[in-house]
C-alpha cells in the first residue's frame, strides 16, 4: 500500500520535505522501531481518543504510552481510547493499526506529546504497516506548529 492518499496530498500541499522507507512488515511501532534500526523515541505514533465533542489524536513516541488520566486532567474532559472500528473509520485509507500522527492530514485535532521534542529527526507510519515516513526534526515541528504540547505519556516499560 505504501503512504496513505491523504497523509501523501497533505505532505506534498506544504511542501514538507520527507523520505519514504520500506521495510519488513511489524505488527506495533516498537517492532517496526527496531527492524528499521531507529530509537524509539524518535519514531512518533498517534493513538486516536474519544472526548466528548469528537476525537483527539495523541501524538507520542513509540517508546511511550498515553497516560489518559494525565491527558484527560490537562483537558479537562474524560476521555478513552477510540475502538478499533472508530479507528478504521477515521483512518480509512490505513490499514488497521497504521495511523500516522499527522491529524490535520485528517481533519483532527491533536496534542503532541513533549517528548518528542529536540529530535534531529521523526519517522512515522504512512498508512500501512511497512512504510515509515522520515523527516527532519524541523519539518516535523512545523507540521505539528498549530499543535498543543504537554506532558502526558509514560514509559511502556
Not at 505532505?11 to 506495533?28: E, F, I, Q
Request: include cysteine.
Amino acid at each position: 500500500m505504501g503512504i496513505s492518499l491523504s497523509l501523501q496530498q497533505f505532505l506534498d500541499n506544504r511542501g514538507v520535505n520527507y523520505d519514504v522507507m520500506s521495510h519488513a512488515p511489524t505488527k506495533h511501532s516498537l517492532a517496526t522501531a527496531q527492524v528499521c534500526h531507529i530509537p524509539e523515541d524518535n519514531l512518533a505514533k498517534g493513538i486516536l481518543l474519544r472526548r466528548r465533542d469528537g476525537y483527539l489524536l495523541a501524538i507520542v513516541p513509540a517508546s511511550r504510552k498515553v497516560g489518559l488520566s494525565e491527558l484527560g486532567e490537562w483537558l479537562d474532559q474524560p476521555i478513552g481510547l477510540a475502538t478499533e472500528e472508530e479507528v478504521t473509520s477515521v483512518f480509512a485509507d490505513c490499514e488497521p493499526g497504521s495511523v500516522p500522527p499527522v491529524a490535520s492530514a485528517y481533519g483532527l485535532q491533536a496534542v503532541m506529546d513533549d517528548s518528542l521534542e529536540g529530535f534531529e529527526h521523526i519517522y512515522f507510519e504512512g498508512g500501512d504497516h511497512c512504510t515509515l515516513v522520515h523527516v527532519t526534526g524541523r519539518e516535523f515541528h512545523r507540521l505539528m506548529s498549530s499543535v498543543p504540547h504537554a506532558r502526558f505519556s509514560a514509559p511502556l516499560h
